[in-house]
Protein backbone atom coordinates (compact mmCIF):
# COMPACT_ATOMS: atom_id res chain seq x y z
CA UNK A 1 0.00 0.00 0.00
CA UNK A 2 1.13 3.11 -0.83
CA UNK A 3 1.87 5.88 1.99
CA UNK A 4 -0.59 8.41 0.21
CA UNK A 5 -3.18 5.60 -0.14
CA UNK A 6 -2.81 5.58 3.75
CA UNK A 7 -3.13 8.74 4.73
CA UNK A 8 -6.71 8.60 2.68
CA UNK A 9 -7.86 5.89 4.69
CA UNK A 10 -7.17 8.17 7.85
CA UNK A 11 -9.15 10.90 7.03
CA UNK A 12 -11.87 8.69 5.20
CA UNK A 13 -14.81 8.82 7.27
CA UNK A 14 -16.17 5.81 8.37
CA UNK A 15 -19.07 5.87 6.25
CA UNK A 16 -16.72 6.18 3.06
CA UNK A 17 -14.45 2.93 4.41
CA UNK A 18 -18.06 1.12 4.83
CA UNK A 19 -19.15 1.79 1.53
CA UNK A 20 -16.03 0.83 -0.39
CA UNK A 21 -15.92 -2.53 2.33
CA UNK A 22 -19.12 -3.95 0.93
CA UNK A 23 -17.78 -3.25 -2.49
CA UNK A 24 -15.42 -6.02 -1.06
CA UNK A 25 -12.47 -3.76 -0.35
CA UNK A 26 -10.39 -5.48 1.94
CA UNK A 27 -8.23 -2.88 2.35
CA UNK A 28 -10.95 -0.03 3.50
CA UNK A 29 -12.60 -2.71 6.16
CA UNK A 30 -8.82 -3.26 7.32
CA UNK A 31 -8.55 0.80 8.08
CA UNK A 32 -12.02 1.03 8.99
CA UNK A 33 -11.65 -1.78 11.91
CA UNK A 34 -7.50 -0.98 12.36
CA UNK A 35 -9.12 2.01 14.10
CA UNK A 36 -11.05 0.63 16.88
CA UNK A 37 -9.16 -3.15 17.19
CA UNK A 38 -7.17 -1.49 20.16
CA UNK A 39 -10.18 -0.01 22.29
CA UNK A 40 -11.86 -3.41 21.40
CA UNK A 41 -8.77 -4.98 22.83
CA UNK A 42 -8.82 -3.16 25.91
CA UNK A 43 -12.70 -3.64 26.93
CA UNK A 44 -12.96 -7.21 25.82
CA UNK A 45 -9.63 -7.99 28.12
CA UNK A 46 -12.10 -7.01 31.04
CA UNK A 47 -14.77 -10.16 29.94
CA UNK A 48 -11.65 -12.53 29.36
CA UNK A 49 -9.03 -11.62 31.83
CA UNK A 50 -6.45 -13.15 29.65
CA UNK A 51 -4.96 -11.13 26.96
CA UNK A 52 -4.55 -14.29 24.76
CA UNK A 53 -8.54 -15.35 24.81
CA UNK A 54 -8.74 -11.19 23.92
CA UNK A 55 -7.09 -11.16 21.08
CA UNK A 56 -8.76 -14.10 20.19
CA UNK A 57 -12.66 -12.59 20.71
CA UNK A 58 -10.91 -9.30 18.44
CA UNK A 59 -10.34 -12.00 15.63
CA UNK A 60 -14.05 -13.69 15.86
CA UNK A 61 -15.09 -9.78 16.15
CA UNK A 62 -13.49 -8.94 12.50
CA UNK A 63 -14.56 -11.95 10.94
CA UNK A 64 -18.30 -11.71 11.89
CA UNK A 65 -18.15 -7.92 11.22
CA UNK A 66 -16.74 -8.42 7.74
CA UNK A 67 -19.32 -11.32 7.40
CA UNK A 68 -22.00 -9.53 8.93
CA UNK A 69 -21.39 -5.86 6.89
CA UNK A 70 -24.83 -5.85 5.25
CA UNK A 71 -26.24 -6.25 8.65
CA UNK A 72 -24.92 -2.73 9.35
CA UNK A 73 -27.27 0.20 9.33
CA UNK A 74 -25.63 3.48 7.71
CA UNK A 75 -26.50 6.52 10.02
CA UNK A 76 -25.41 4.42 13.07
CA UNK A 77 -21.87 4.61 14.65
CA UNK A 78 -19.30 1.76 13.03
CA UNK A 79 -17.63 1.67 16.04
CA UNK A 80 -20.83 1.37 18.22
CA UNK A 81 -22.14 -1.81 16.06
CA UNK A 82 -18.42 -3.22 15.76
CA UNK A 83 -18.09 -3.37 20.08
CA UNK A 84 -21.34 -4.76 20.57
CA UNK A 85 -20.24 -7.70 17.99
CA UNK A 86 -17.34 -8.18 20.22
CA UNK A 87 -19.50 -7.71 23.53
CA UNK A 88 -21.71 -10.08 22.51
CA UNK A 89 -19.37 -12.66 21.74
CA UNK A 90 -17.20 -12.00 24.36
CA UNK A 91 -20.89 -12.84 26.94
CA UNK A 92 -21.50 -15.89 25.05
CA UNK A 93 -18.07 -17.61 25.83
CA UNK A 94 -18.37 -16.35 29.72
CA UNK A 95 -21.76 -18.19 29.78
CA UNK A 96 -20.70 -21.27 27.57
CA UNK A 97 -17.94 -21.80 30.08
CA UNK A 98 -19.95 -21.39 32.84
CA UNK A 99 -22.57 -23.87 31.27
CA UNK A 100 -19.32 -26.60 30.74
CA UNK A 101 -18.09 -25.93 33.99
CA UNK A 102 -21.78 -26.88 35.56
CA UNK A 103 -22.60 -29.52 33.02
CA UNK A 104 -18.99 -31.25 34.57
CA UNK A 105 -19.76 -30.52 37.98
CA UNK A 106 -22.44 -32.56 40.04
CA UNK A 107 -24.15 -31.21 42.45
CA UNK A 108 -23.79 -27.41 41.23
CA UNK A 109 -27.12 -25.68 39.97
CA UNK A 110 -28.20 -26.60 36.96
CA UNK A 111 -30.50 -23.24 36.67
CA UNK A 112 -31.39 -20.07 38.63
CA UNK A 113 -33.99 -22.01 40.69
CA UNK A 114 -33.02 -26.03 40.70
CA UNK A 115 -30.37 -27.80 42.75
CA UNK A 116 -28.76 -31.26 41.89
CA UNK A 117 -28.69 -33.52 44.88
CA UNK A 118 -25.01 -34.89 45.20
CA UNK A 119 -24.66 -38.24 44.49
CA UNK A 120 -24.53 -41.05 47.47
CA UNK A 121 -22.76 -43.38 46.00
CA UNK A 122 -19.65 -43.47 43.91
CA UNK A 123 -21.19 -45.36 41.18
CA UNK A 124 -24.26 -42.61 41.46
CA UNK A 125 -21.17 -39.95 40.91
CA UNK A 126 -19.44 -42.34 38.41
CA UNK A 127 -22.85 -42.29 36.43
CA UNK A 128 -23.45 -38.22 36.85
CA UNK A 129 -19.96 -37.53 35.48
CA UNK A 130 -20.68 -40.00 32.66
CA UNK A 131 -23.98 -38.36 31.92
CA UNK A 132 -22.70 -35.08 32.13
CA UNK A 133 -19.58 -36.03 29.58
CA UNK A 134 -22.52 -37.38 27.17
CA UNK A 135 -24.06 -34.28 27.30
CA UNK A 136 -21.55 -32.12 27.09
CA UNK A 137 -20.58 -33.86 23.67
CA UNK A 138 -24.23 -33.74 22.39
CA UNK A 139 -24.16 -29.97 23.35
CA UNK A 140 -20.85 -29.68 21.61
CA UNK A 141 -21.99 -30.98 18.26
CA UNK A 142 -25.36 -28.08 17.93
CA UNK A 143 -24.85 -25.22 15.99
CA UNK A 144 -23.16 -22.41 18.16
CA UNK A 145 -27.01 -20.50 17.43
CA UNK A 146 -28.72 -23.79 18.95
CA UNK A 147 -25.90 -23.80 21.83
CA UNK A 148 -26.31 -19.72 22.64
CA UNK A 149 -29.72 -20.07 22.89
CA UNK A 150 -30.07 -22.93 25.51
CA UNK A 151 -27.01 -21.41 27.71
CA UNK A 152 -29.09 -18.26 27.70
CA UNK A 153 -32.45 -19.63 28.51
CA UNK A 154 -31.19 -22.72 30.48
CA UNK A 155 -28.03 -21.50 32.01
CA UNK A 156 -28.89 -18.08 32.75
CA UNK A 157 -32.62 -19.16 33.48
CA UNK A 158 -33.68 -15.70 31.09
CA UNK A 159 -36.94 -16.21 29.53
CA UNK A 160 -38.03 -16.38 25.73
CA UNK A 161 -38.51 -13.02 25.65
CA UNK A 162 -35.39 -11.62 26.92
CA UNK A 163 -33.30 -13.44 24.86
CA UNK A 164 -35.31 -12.10 21.69
CA UNK A 165 -34.65 -9.08 22.75
CA UNK A 166 -30.81 -9.73 23.47
CA UNK A 167 -30.50 -11.06 20.21
CA UNK A 168 -32.69 -8.77 18.31
CA UNK A 169 -35.29 -11.53 17.10
CA UNK A 170 -39.15 -12.50 18.37
CA UNK A 171 -39.72 -14.43 21.44
CA UNK A 172 -41.45 -16.90 19.01
CA UNK A 173 -38.34 -17.54 16.97
CA UNK A 174 -36.51 -18.12 20.21
CA UNK A 175 -39.29 -21.04 21.16
CA UNK A 176 -38.64 -22.57 17.99
CA UNK A 177 -34.86 -22.61 17.82
CA UNK A 178 -35.11 -23.88 21.60
CA UNK A 179 -37.86 -26.69 20.22
CA UNK A 180 -35.32 -27.90 17.85
CA UNK A 181 -32.32 -27.53 19.77
CA UNK A 182 -33.80 -29.83 22.37
CA UNK A 183 -35.12 -32.19 19.67
CA UNK A 184 -31.82 -32.41 18.35
CA UNK A 185 -30.09 -32.80 21.58
CA UNK A 186 -32.49 -35.50 22.11
CA UNK A 187 -31.73 -37.56 19.35
CA UNK A 188 -27.92 -37.17 19.87
CA UNK A 189 -28.02 -38.34 23.55
CA UNK A 190 -30.10 -41.21 22.35
CA UNK A 191 -27.87 -42.70 19.67
CA UNK A 192 -24.84 -42.33 21.95
Known sequence: MRKE???????ETDEVLVDRARSADQEAFGALVGRYTPAL?????S???DRDHAKDLVQETVLRAWKNL???????RF???????????AISARRRTQLELRLMEPGTPRGP???????KTPIEALLLKEDATRLQSALGMLPERYRKILALR???GLSCKEIAEMLETTANTISIILFRAK????????ES
Do not use: C, M
Open 5 to 11: DTRQELT
Open 41 to 45: EGILF
Open 47 to 49: FAA
Open 70 to 76: DRYKDGH
Open 79 to 89: STWFFRIGVNL
Open 113 to 119: HERLTPP
Open 154 to 156: YGD
Open 183 to 190: QRLKEDLE
